[in-house]
């Protein structure tokens, strides 16, 4: 089966970087968008940004011009670069990707297992 395998999460301090990678496995026929969210304790699951096939990317306004999202279509990989980590980005990071194990499959959302990211002093 298709995992997302997700890594790089940490603690580092506010104004600190990070940078995670994300990994799908399994029987993969193609990969359509794929992105990354965040969930803090209590809190929705919310956007933070997705790249399409054709890179174009949508951020959420409280990431923009700190993290950056990137993508090789030869590779079913993701990295998403966090620069200037606020105490507010604490949260569980999740992968996510539309991926289609076959030709004549389907296309599926699938999501990683999240990683920690915690900002503190």
């Known amino acids: 089966q298709v995992q997302l395998v997700e890594s790089g999460g940490g603690l580092v301090q506010p104004g600190g970087s990070l940078r995670l990678s994300c990994a799908a496995s399994?029987?993969?026929?193609?990969?359509?968008?794929m992105g990354w969210y965040r969930q803090a304790p209590g809190k929705q699951r919310e956007l933070v940004v997705t790249?399409?096939?054709?890179?174009?990317?949508n951020y959420a306004d409280s990431v923009k011009g700190r993290f950056t999202i990137s993508r090789d279509n030869a590779k079913p990989v993701v990295h998403l670069q966090m620069d200037s980590l606020k105490f507010e980005d604490t949260a569980v990071y999740y992968c996510?990707?539309?991926?289609?194990?076959?030709?004549?499959?389907?296309?599926?959302?699938?999501w990683g297992q999240g990683t920690q990211v915690t900002v503190a002093s």
């Open positions: 996510h990707s539309y991926i289609r194990t076959g030709r004549l499959s389907a296309i599926a959302e699938y």
């Open positions: 399994g029987s993969i026929f193609s990969v359509g968008a």
């Open positions: 790249i399409a096939n054709d890179y174009s990317t």
